[in-house]
């Protein structure tokens, strides 16, 4: 672990605090920081690392301090799961040019997920998700992806990285990812033929509308993802200040939703915030909706430490159903009011309540229907 300190700037911790210090119910006084050597990472369960690259959005003026804005506001919340251990190894140091950013940040990530910790990543524009998607390449990990976005970002014309980089991630090689979930797309940013293609190749793409219509839908898919890409212009402007691409969108309270789900997830390992830029923010309330975002994937994981495996029958109520001439079974968990669907290949998925009640009625639900359709 020590010659990760190569790619890492340590955290400044008097630069993060505008008073008299940290209180003793705050997250400042129960994260492992990175100040002036490393922390010990063994029995840690979310490492925190910065980014300020922002050179795949056109920004070439130096480094974003946009993930010490974040963490500005995450320490100074109160520290309720005391049960989840966390560390903050500093920013990845920028390279002289954005794919040595890239490489860096790679490197990194990859370490950690080797040491299998969860990382979430903060701040530089969302193209860093390439270098998210690059560690599970590097530790030879096939995935699933998620990203969080009103924009799908396969703009092939764009001279920005940020609006297109999906179209490396999902048709380079390898290809590690197995399937790809996109949620809170915006109709009017997308080409009709684009989410046409998408659905060619069977990868589920949930419109804004349909997200806020049943929120809960969207925690079986993010249950299933390992790599999760949140960008910040997913958010309102209202809510979201920093967000100047959409004046409609997600709510900040709908946003900490989905990062509790993720948070929830046991499949989930890497979670990346992109896209903030603190020159168009006000009072840092991104900054803060950010922090809250993190303070409910911390809520998550804490809740998800009490989830049985799905071997330990007797803590799920069993349901047998059929549809379609198909017998089935769902699970129940007794602890988290979570299900799960078996297929006929007999391995079970993340399903919603939604998918059972389709199924009792003798509906095949679609999830079931797509899961079979991708093999």
């Avoid at 505008?18 to 490492?47: M, R």
């Avoid at 990812?177 to 998408?198: A, D």
């Avoid at 994937?297 to 049985?308: A, L, M, P, T």
């Avoid at 069993?318 to 988290?336: N, P, W």
Wanted: glycine share 6%.
């Amino acid at each position: 672990m020590l010659d990760l300190i190569d790619f890492l700037h340590p955290v400044t911790m008097h630069e993060l605090n505008d008073d008299n210090g940290f209180t003793d119910g705050q997250f400042a006084k129960h994260i492992a920081v990175y100040e002036t050597e490393l922390p010990d990472l063994e029995e840690i369960d979310i490492v925190l690392v910065g980014s300020g690259e922002m050179r795949g959005s056109g920004i070439f003026i130096g480094e974003s301090n946009a993930a010490d804005l974040v963490r500005k506001q995450l320490y100074q919340l109160h520290y309720w799961h005391t049960d989840i251990k966390i560390a903050d190894i500093g920013n990845v140091k920028a390279g002289a040019s954005l794919n040595d950013s890239y490489a860096a940040i790679k490197t990194v990530l990859a370490e950690l997920l080797r040491m299998k910790k969860t990382i979430v990543i903060l701040g530089g524009s969302q193209d860093i998700t390439l270098a998210q998607y690059a560690a599970y390449i590097e530790n030879n990990q096939v995935i699933e992806a998620t990203c969080i976005d009103a924009m799908i970002d396969l703009r092939g014309e764009s001279h920005y990285r940020t609006e297109n980089f999906l179209l490396e991630m999902l048709t380079g090689e390898p290809n590690m990812v197995k399937h790809y979930n996109h949620i809170g797309f915006q109709s009017y940013f997308i080409h009709p033929r684009m989410l046409e293609t998408m659905d060619k190749l069977r990868f589920d793409c949930y419109r804004v509308g349909i997200v806020k219509e049943d929120i809960e839908e969207m925690e079986p898919v993010i249950r299933n993802t390992q790599l999760l890409s949140f960008d910040i212009n997913a958010i309102k402007n209202s809510d979201a200040p920093a967000s100047v691409h959409c004046p409609n969108g997600l709510t900040g309270e709908e946003a900490c939703t989905l990062t509790r789900f993720a948070g929830m997830s046991s499949n989930l390992s890497s979670f990346g915030i992109y896209g903030y830029n603190p020159n168009h923010d006000v009072h840092e309330l991104t900054a803060k909706q950010i922090a809250q975002m993190l303070w409910y994937f911390i809520d998550g994981k804490n809740r998800s430490k009490y989830e049985s495996a799905l071997e330990e029958r007797n803590n799920f109520n069993e349901y047998h159903t059929a549809f379609a001439e198909v017998d089935t079974v769902f699970l129940q968990s007794k602890r988290t009011q979570r299900w799960w669907m078996q297929m006929p290949d007999k391995k079970f998925i993340s399903c919603s309540y939604n998918d059972y009640v389709h199924a009792s009625r003798n509906n095949i639900p679609e999830r079931w229907l797509r899961t079979q359709e991708r093999g």
